[in-house]
């Protein structure tokens, strides 16, 4: 069976030993590199495809969540960190597992069995996202393809959703984090809990604000980074 390749993205030097040290006592995992910040891990990820990130939150340069929400594909990512309050926004963003600092052994080996049970159950597939340019929702009762480069935002509606595009508008029962799972990270970005956008339609920002088409969309007190980062 072939080893599942990690990196660690960590500044305090005590853990990056210490995960290096459960790592190695991981049959099936294997350490490619550690990182002490987000921009460094950005640079090699861009030649080199790993299966799991081990990633702290508060690191220099890049945050750990502004550093997730830009990967176009991520890996598996086990968060790392002395910090619980942000356990919540790390499963919105799809995160496997979350450790709390400092952590044992017993505790690291359920984080990365889950991540090695959902890869045998649903290999990753690193093309499939860019493939597609399009996506179908259920639109009164029918399926309704909707291409990707004609959405221009997305709005929350309690249990249903809003998607606005350049032709029409529909709504769909659904969630916006579901919705948001089928969209291209590269192509959209969540800027509002309420919010999803398309990055190429946006005409202008400020730091409270998007303008597209005329319409001006709030930017979310925990989501300013995102536009820093555009």
């Known amino acids: 069976m072939s080893k599942m390749k990690c990196i660690i993205v960590e500044d305090e030097p005590l853990a990056v030993k210490v995960l290096s040290d459960y790592i190695a006592q991981v049959p099936f995992l294997e350490l490619h590199g550690s990182f002490k910040d987000a921009i460094l891990a950005t640079d090699y990820l861009r030649s080199n495809i790993v299966d799991l990130i081990f990633l702290d939150i508060h690191l220099p340069k890049l945050k ?3 550093f997730l929400r830009t990967l176009t594909n ?15 926004e790390g499963f919105n963003l799809n995160v496997t597992d979350y450790l709390l600092k400092p952590f044992e052994f017993e505790r690291f080996l359920v984080a990365v069995t889950k991540v090695k049970t959902a890869q045998t159950e649903k290999p990753r597939t690193v093309d499939e996202p860019e493939a597609r340019d399009y996506l179908f929702l259920n639109v009164q009762k029918k399926k309704v393809k909707i291409l990707f480069s004609e959405i221009l935002y997305i709005e929350s509606q309690r249990e249903y959703i809003k998607i606005v595009t350049t032709k029409k508008e529909y709504i769909s029962k659904m969630s916006t984090h579901e919705i948001e799972s089928l969209l291209p990270s590269n192509l959209f970005k969540r800027i509002h809990r309420s919010f999803i956008v398309s990055i190429s339609k946006i005409e202008s920002y400020t730091a409270e604000a998007v303008e597209m088409s005329g319409v001006s969309i709030p930017i979310g007190r925990g989501y300013k980074d995102v536009i820093d980062h555009l």
């Open 64 to 66: 750990g969540m502004a």
């Open 74 to 88: 991520p890996p598996a990512i086990v968060i790392t960190t002395a910090y619980h309050q942000y356990a919540v």
